[in-house]
């Protein structure tokens, strides 16, 4: 799916009977070299692979 | 974090997200023709329906809510009114829950709800070698 901004948003990462659907806001925006390469960007949800820097 | 709090067995990088699937989870987003920080994002982006529709179809025994703010347009309340943990509603036979963003906006983090929501997975994993 193309955003806006001319880049592909991941499809879904679903199957059928799943423990687990983490449901995200978003994806995230570009990084400003228009990359959009890695799931922790393009499917909100994604952001479960990171940290809080805050912790 | 999947690692951290046991939903999955190694920490898996970004490019391997797919694997998630070996693992029984799936990822998905309330607005998905829409791209940004939340703040940028409009109303019409949100598409309960289809999320609901999706989970209908799909039926996995566990929805986690990445943050309060997913939660709060699915639910069409405000934020305030969100809290953590499992919710009231349910999405045919799956169950919903909220835990705290794992954003790197969200300054006030908390695992509990994430781990909770792995001990109940795997009660859940447990009760089908079970059956």
Redesign the interface.
């Given at each position: 799916m193309m955003s806006e901004f001319g880049i592909t948003i991941l499809p879904d990462l679903l199957a059928n009977d799943l423990d687990l659907v983490i449901v995200g806001t978003a994806a995230d925006a570009p990084l400003p070299s228009g990359d959009f390469t890695t799931p922790v960007r393009a499917i909100g949800s994604g952001a479960c692979f990171t940290k809080s820097p805050s912790r | 974090?999947?690692h951290?709090v046991a939903?999955t067995l190694i920490e898996?990088?970004?490019?391997e997200?797919?694997k998630?699937?070996d693992?029984?989870?799936?990822?998905?987003?309330?607005?998905?023709?829409?791209?940004?920080?939340?703040s940028?994002?409009k109303p019409a982006?949100?598409d309960r329906m289809r999320?609901r529709s999706?989970?209908k179809t799909?039926?996995?025994?566990?929805?986690?809510?990445?943050?309060k703010?997913?939660a709060a347009?699915?639910f069409d309340v405000p934020t305030a009114q969100i809290n953590y943990g499992r919710q009231l509603d349910t999405i045919g036979r799956?169950a919903i829950y909220v835990c705290s963003?794992?954003?790197?906006a969200?300054?006030?983090?908390c695992c509990e709800a994430w781990e909770e929501?792995e001990c109940i997975?795997e009660q859940?994993?447990a009760s089908d070698v079970l059956v």
């Open positions: - | 974090m999947l951290e939903l898996l990088r970004p490019g997200y797919a998630l699937l693992y029984g989870i799936g990822l998905t987003d309330l607005a998905k023709g829409a791209c940004g920080a939340d940028d994002l982006d949100f999320l999706v989970i799909r039926s996995p025994r566990l929805l986690a809510f990445n943050g703010t997913a347009h699915y799956t963003s794992t954003s790197p969200n300054g006030r983090w929501l997975s859940s994993r």
